[in-house]
């Protein structure tokens, strides 16, 4: 663990930053249901009962604060789509000198966290543990930058949430942006008011990381001779490849949801500035709603709408469901082509990802021409 915080190499804070969204919460989400004249109750249901299970491991929580600390959950309670099934994706970050009270601290932060959600974190080792501020901004990329690594940076701008000390999150989202961003293959600084609103280097990571995790899914299959292969591959299917949806259009940030504010940057450190803070804005929105203020898009088709999130309220659902859950949970692999469960998500995977596929190819005004510039070539 780097025995300084790393706070220092995010961008001065004092500089002017691009406003802060309008309008926060679900608010297109509710403005999609209000125009098709639908709801989407499982949709509803997951995400009041994450604010639930939030505010109580805050409760158990109070008390084991530490300045240079914060307690990151991802995963469903990440991403506001939680069920009496759910387990908790939690690590305690770090941003700061080292101290071997972390390690008592993460001790008992994982026994009241186990207090509320009893189910286990994965076995993977990604999740219930230390983890440093400075591997996740120094170790980008290269030979230092582990599956393991990559897989908790991608989660901490997509889906994460602090349950204490929100502050010493945003730094360090703030810082690796910063990487990401400030890692750039050309320089503007001699071509005033021609500044480019692509942070490559994110924008391949979120790629990479996409492809690492369709690539793990095969690996742990067999290293677990298929156990759990059900719920694995549904999940794949849709939050999983929601991921990726929320890191492309958190990339394209500067052409999607920008207000005006970076065009008034006077120089290209004000604007890279000003790129950064749009772009972090959106590692507060959960991906099914930033994916939600895309569709609101002119040209954006009320069918391909219904599609998409239709089918993933049907997927919240079944998840939310214990006998469904436990089913996918213990399938045999050799069932799958015949097993009535399975099969019945695999056909609304296929809708969703057709939905995606119009949505980003055919009907949104911007996301066809930058997908088949910048991510395609």
């Known amino acids: 663990m780097d025995g300084s915080s790393d706070s220092a190499d995010a961008p001065p804070t004092t500089a002017t930053r691009a406003p802060a969204p309008a309008k926060e919460g679900a608010w297109a989400l509710v403005e999609l249901q209000r125009r098709l004249g639908v709801r989407w109750e499982k949709i509803s249901r997951a995400r009041d009962k994450t604010e639930e299970i939030v505010a109580t491991l805050r409760a158990e929580l109070r008390g084991l604060e530490d300045p240079n600390c914060s307690v990151i959950v991802t995963g469903s309670l990440g991403r506001g789509e939680a069920d009496e099934g759910s387990d908790c994706d939690w690590f305690l970050l ?9 390690a008592r601290l993460a001790r008992e932060i994982g026994t ?14 990604t999740f219930g543990e230390i983890v440093a501020s400075h591997d996740l901004v120094h170790r980008i990329a290269g030979s230092d930058d582990t599956n393991k690594n990559l897989t908790r940076r ?8 602090a349950l204490s000390n929100d502050v010493v999150r945003e730094r360090v989202i703030r810082n690796v942006l910063a990487r990401y961003l400030y890692d750039r293959p050309v320089s503007n600084k001699r071509k005033p008011g021609r500044y480019d609103p692509i942070p490559y280097f994110l924008l391949n990571d979120v790629v990479r990381y996409w492809r690492t995790v369709a690539s793990d899914y095969a690996s742990k299959m067999w290293e677990r001779t298929y156990h759990g292969w059900g719920i694995r591959n549904i999940k794949l299917r849709f939050s999983r490849k929601m991921l990726f949806v929320w890191g492309l259009l958190a990339a394209f940030s500067g052409r999607l949801f920008d207000d005006g504010a970076l065009a008034e940057a006077s120089s290209e450190d004000e604007f890279l500035l000003r790129l950064l803070e749009l772009i972090r804005s ?8 930033l994916l939600a203020r895309a569709a609101l898009a002119e040209g954006v088709r009320d069918e391909t709408i219904t599609q998409i999130f239709s089918n993933y309220d049907e997927f919240l659902g079944a998840l939310a469901d214990p006998d469904t859950r436990r089913h996918l949970e213990t399938v045999p692999f050799d069932d799958g082509g015949t097993d009535s469960v399975y099969e019945g998500l695999r056909q609304p995977s296929w809708l969703f990802r057709s939905g995606i596929n119009d949505l980003f190819f055919k009907e949104h005004p911007l996301l066809p021409e930058l997908i088949l510039k910048f991510v395609v070539f």
């Open 94 to 102: 770090v941003d700061g000198p080292s101290d071997p009270q972390h």
């Open 112 to 125: 009241k966290i186990r207090s509320v959600v009893s189910k286990d974190v994965g076995p993977t080792g």
């Open 154 to 161: 991608m989660l901490l701008l997509a889906e994460s949430r």
């Open 282 to 289: 959106q590692t507060d929105v959960p991906p099914l709603e």
